[in-house]
């Protein structure tokens, strides 16, 4: 039973371009977070996304970033036109079905780790 | 305001010591969690506690509701407990916020 799945690892990016980031949720589970972790600091809530709905997302900067968590496939966050600022671990967790926010239990992804050059 | 404090920011401690990481929190909450992040690496949920106490081997986790305080400890502490070990309440709005870490370092 594979956890949650992460990818890529690590993503190199110019100023400029966009990156991509995926998670696939621990199976059963139909809730999905999306976390940042800037260097020394500790993780911030960005969104929390069900299959097709964002249904919070008052912690991603309002503009350049998006999230979407598609019928089929992987969640995706989007960032376009990167800088520096956006150098960061970026962890997925996901939930049971349920209450969420993990009271049922939380599974981080082993996050990706975005560096902006 | 939502506020969740750790301490210590940092502790050293030889191989086979009792680690003790204290978390505050300023508002009632419905939930907390111990999470665990190796360096560079991913993070570990170790436990969900609403009330009372929670073994995993080595590792307790206790919470007392009332007043606001949760301890995670560690006993027969390995150079492999080495990591950032994080507290995260689950507040009104059930949203995790997150302590800024105990960086535990065991020299064996």
């Known amino acids: 039973n594979a956890g949650v799945m992460q990818n890529p690892r690590h993503l190199v990016r110019r100023r400029g371009q966009e990156a991509r980031l995926r998670c696939s949720p621990m199976k059963g589970h139909s809730h999905v977070y999306w976390y940042r972790q800037l260097p020394e600091e500790g993780l911030k809530f960005m969104v929390y996304?069900?299959?097709?709905?964002?249904?919070?997302e008052s912690g991603m900067p309002k503009e350049r970033f998006s999230a979407e968590f598609p019928k089929e496939g992987p969640s995706i966050l989007r960032i376009q036109q990167v800088v520096r600022g956006d150098s960061a671990a970026y962890f997925c967790?996901?939930?049971?079905?349920?209450?969420?926010?993990?009271?049922?239990?939380?599974?981080f992804g082993s996050g990706t780790r975005l560096t902006v050059v | 305001k939502n506020e969740v404090e750790q301490s210590p920011q940092n502790l050293t401690a030889q191989e086979g010591e009792f680690i003790t990481i204290n978390c505050s929190y300023s508002v009632g909450i419905s939930a907390l969690h111990w999470l665990q992040q190796h360096p560079g690496g991913g993070i570990v949920s170790l436990f969900m506690?609403?009330?009372g106490k929670k073994k995993h081997g080595r590792l307790i986790a206790t919470i007392n509701i009332q007043e606001k305080h949760s301890s995670l400890h560690i006993t027969a502490s390995h150079p492999r407990d080495s990591a950032v070990y994080i507290c995260?309440?689950?507040?009104?709005?059930?949203?995790?916020?997150f302590g800024t870490g105990t960086r535990l370092t065991i020299i064996p």
């Open positions: 967790a996901s939930s049971p079905p349920g209450r969420p926010y993990g009271f049922y239990g939380y599974t």
């Open positions: 995260a309440p689950n507040f009104g709005n059930e949203k995790l916020t």
């Open positions: 996304l069900q299959k097709e709905n964002i249904i919070d």
């Open positions: 506690l609403s009330s």
